[in-house]
């Protein structure tokens, strides 16, 4: 009831309302901390006097207990009750003995229960009084002489400190007083200043006009539905659910009725809480749509760049597979059947790069036509061993060491082996080309959110950030000798997986592939 009570109130009494409420509830515990706190620092204060004022009128007493100087102590005493009006002050011997009292009908008697050397402090009633007694004993050296009793009213310090407290509570009441009614005053005038929320609101409309889509306006509280059980929208499919409307192309399009709708208008609470709702929605849904359109054209240009790839690499194959592997039977043939050294060099050469030739005509083919996956329970570890062996040789040739580290736990699932390992060994073979003599390759596997990884890092040359920003495009390579399509058709495969590839690379420092593969 109160929250509807203040959904309906206007802007400048909700303003005036917070503002006042929360100067109230400060000042309140602001002013009960202070009191608390000098309360207890007062009581704090006046025991310590008290025996600091014992102690004093020990440490006084010895001498005349010592030379049995009575005028000397009942001075003594007569001068700390006028000190502090204190019940009374007593001074006893070593027998227990009262040899100084306020009190001089007292003089001579004995007094029971001061058997301990040692500073104490109690808490009686006497003659319907409550006194504080602090008992402080009168040493000499090791030489026991006697007590000192000093007898305190409890309630005159209590009425003490109370009296001191009203002054301050007089002075905290009047400057309370004097803030809320300043606050009262100016939070009429500083409610004009809530249209800076309606300037919020039109400057972040200008900033997706001009293009910004990132742009949104903090949102409070969000209710459920199932809190408005009387809503007569019993068909509604958020029913139960919370902001129904903030799903994608729905708001204002296929259920007319979410402005009349009780949770979105206890969401917004005010007008411009409305319209801060309806902004955010707009900007999520025409983000949510820029990014669809945005990734529906990438992949049309990328299936028309495919499609074209598709058909050259068919009429490349077709035309220029026959031609390539004649010359290269031919240069096989001439090189066996005649002699001569520049003749078997040339001809060397010419069947080297023939068939550099026909491998990158085969790999058009693989890009431009992939297989479809094969899904099969396989062990990953067997499939990276295995791939790692066909590299391992010619790596260690080259003076880089080759290390597989597989991690543990990690089961067979369903992947296709054929496609990580194509991809697992074009990543290998571009890490060998950017890892000089004397660096390092790891291969490493394990598990992360319920996902397989397969990690290569390298100590090579690394890569620049345009190289990273173009890695995975077909034809682009920073090598004089490649076709550019090996990262490009791992990548691919990666993806037909439901997986990705992941690049992190230092130039001078080296490069790690990772490789995150659904497990199915």
Not at 60 to 85: K, M, P
Not at 301 to 306: A, D, V, W
Not at 367 to 374: A, I, R, V, W
């Amino acid at each position: 009831m109160s929250s509807f009570f203040l959904g309906r109130l206007k802007l400048r009494y909700k303003f005036t309302l917070a503002i006042l409420t929360n100067i109230a509830v400060i000042l309140i515990c602001f002013g009960v901390l202070i009191h608390t706190f000098q309360e207890r620092e007062l009581m704090d204060n006046m025991e310590e006097r008290n025996l600091s004022l014992a102690r004093s009128m020990a440490s006084e007493a010895a001498d005349g207990l010592l030379l049995r100087n009575l005028q000397q102590l009942d001075r003594l005493v007569r001068s700390v009750q006028e000190t502090i009006d204190a019940a009374y002050v007593l001074v006893l011997d070593g027998d227990n003995r009262i040899v100084a009292h306020t009190d001089r009908t007292q003089l001579g008697k004995r007094r029971l229960g001061q058997s301990k050397e040692e500073t104490q402090i109690q808490e009686v009633e006497e003659e319907s009084a409550r006194l504080k007694k602090y008992i402080i004993p009168v040493n000499i050296r090791e030489e026991h002489l006697g007590w000192c009793v000093l007898g305190v009213n409890k309630l005159k310090d209590e009425a003490k400190v109370a009296s001191g407290l009203h002054e301050l509570r007089t002075k905290l009441f009047m400057v309370s007083s004097g803030l809320f009614i300043l606050a009262f005053i100016t939070s009429f005038l500083l409610a004009a200043l809530l249209t800076k929320r309606l300037r919020f609101l039109r400057d972040k409309m200008r900033q997706v006009q001009l293009g910004d889509f990132t742009v949104s306006i903090p949102e409070g509280r969000m209710p459920v539905c199932s809190e408005f059980l009387s809503c007569e929208h019993t068909q509604c499919p958020a029913h139960g659910q919370t902001k129904c409307w903030t799903v994608a192309n729905r708001f204002l399009e296929q259920y007319k009725n979410c402005l009349d709708c009780a949770v979105y208008t206890q969401s917004a609470g005010d007008e411009i809480g409305e319209l801060n709702l309806a902004f955010n929605q707009m900007v999520q849904d025409l983000r949510q749509n820029i990014r669809k359109l945005e990734q529906a054209n990438l992949e049309k240009s990328r299936m028309e760049r495919l499609s074209l790839l598709g058909q050259m690499s068919a009429q490349v194959a077709h035309e220029v597979k026959n031609p390539l592997n004649s010359i290269i039977g031919a240069a096989h043939y001439l090189r066996s059947n005649f002699q001569g050294q520049i003749l078997r060099e040339f001809l060397q050469i010419i069947e080297e790069e023939s068939q550099r030739l026909s491998d990158i005509v085969t790999n058009f083919l693989n890009f431009s036509k992939p297989t479809q996956p094969h899904l099969v329970h396989s062990d990953l570890h067997e499939v990276v061993k295995n791939t790692v062996s066909l590299v391992e040789q010619e790596v260690v040739d080259q003076g880089v060491s080759l290390d597989f580290q597989p991690g543990p736990g990690l089961r067979p699932f369903k992947f296709d082996a054929a496609k990580i390992k194509q991809a697992l060994l074009n990543i290998l073979i571009n890490a060998a080309q950017a890892t000089p003599a004397g660096g390092h390759i790891q291969v490493r596997t394990g598990q992360d959110n319920g996902q397989v990884r397969l990690e290569v890092a390298d100590s090579g040359c690394g890569m620049s950030q345009e190289a990273l920003d173009n890695l995975f495009k077909p034809f682009f390579t920073t090598k004089v000798r490649g076709s550019g399509l090996g990262l490009a058709i791992a990548e691919q495969n990666i993806r037909d997986l439901g997986g990705s590839i992941q690049v992190e690379s230092v130039e001078g420092q080296g490069s790690t592939f990772t490789i995150l593969l659904p497990v199915r």
